[in-house]
Every structure is written in structure tokens, then in C-alpha cells.
């Protein structure tokens, strides 16, 4: 008998979930949630890249990345500038507001994961860390899937 609740991507699966909820709570108080933190997060590590440049570091497809540009737009965190070499193509900057809270919200994601990691040691979340970014593997976006 296949024992669901031992499988790896069940129980990635919750830990994520998990770790979803965690972010969730800490940061709830500004109003965002997990996957606008995350792209605020990128932009804190290099602020003005285009929206195909979010997708491919957040490895989040372009329709959902558009998405939370435009709620992050109208909490007013970060503005749409035109490119300077290409009329179609937008820039993402952080606003004055968008920085401004990057260390609150830093702080509220390390809360969130010494909450997740608490009762394994340094060593453990060290390999835990490098396990999951074998897992991942290679950087790519990749779509939810339809079942």
C-alpha cells in the first residue's frame, strides 16, 4: 500500500502549506500576501527589471506575475516605467512606500521561518536548504497544473 503521508511531495506539499501560512500571518498586517512579498523581495535584491525579467527570477508565469504587479501598483509599493529601449515593455521600480518597508517585512519573513524551522539545528536547516534547492532544479517557470 502506498503510504501518501510519508510521499515527498506530500509532505512538500504541507510544508509548504505550512510555511505559506506562517509568512501569511506575520505579514498580514500590510496587507500582502505570500507571493507579494516575494516579488517585492526580488525587487529590494535589483528594483527597476522588467515584468518578463519578475517571471523568470520568481520562476511565476507572466499572466500571475502581471497580476501582482498590479495590486502591488495600486497599494502603491512599487510603479510601471516605461523601458528606454523598448516602447512595449514596462520597468517594475519600488515606490518610496516599496522600500521603506523592505526591513519590517524582512523581519516578519524571519519570524515566519524560525517558526517553520523551530526543533531542527543550524546543521539540519543548512541541509535542508541545500535539498530543496537540488529539488528545484532548474530555473524554470513553471505553470499550476490543470488536475
Avoid at 508565469?61 to 516605461?82: A, C, F, H, M, Q
Avoid at 515593455?89 to 515566519?112: D, F, H, N, V
Wanted: glycine fraction near 8%.
Amino acid at each position: 500500500m502506498y503510504n501518501i503521508e510519508k510521499s515527498i511531495g506530500f509532505l512538500l506539499a504541507k510544508g509548504y502549506q505550512r510555511a505559506w501560512a506562517l509568512l501569511r500571518e506575520e505579514i498580514e498586517v500590510y496587507d500582502l500576501t505570500p507571493p507579494q512579498f516575494g516579488l517585492l523581495a526580488f525587487l529590494w535584491q535589483q528594483d527597476g527589471v522588467t515584468q518578463a525579467e519578475l517571471s523568470e527570477n520568481g520562476q511565476i508565469d507572466r499572466t500571475t506575475i502581471g497580476g501582482l504587479i498590479d495590486r502591488l501598483e495600486k497599494s502603491g509599493l512599487v510603479e510601471r516605467r516605461p523601458h528606454p529601449q523598448d516602447r512595449r515593455a514596462y520597468k517594475i521600480y519600488l515606490t518610496k512606500r516599496g522600500k521603506e518597508i523592505e526591513t519590517p517585512l524582512s523581519e516578519c519573513a524571519k519570524r515566519a521561518v524560525t517558526k517553520l524551522t523551530n526543533g531542527l539545528s543550524k546543521q539540519e536547516i543548512g541541509e535542508l536548504t541545500r535539498m530543496l534547492e537540488i529539488l528545484r532544479g532548474e530555473r524554470r517557470v513553471y505553470e499550476i497544473p490543470s488536475c
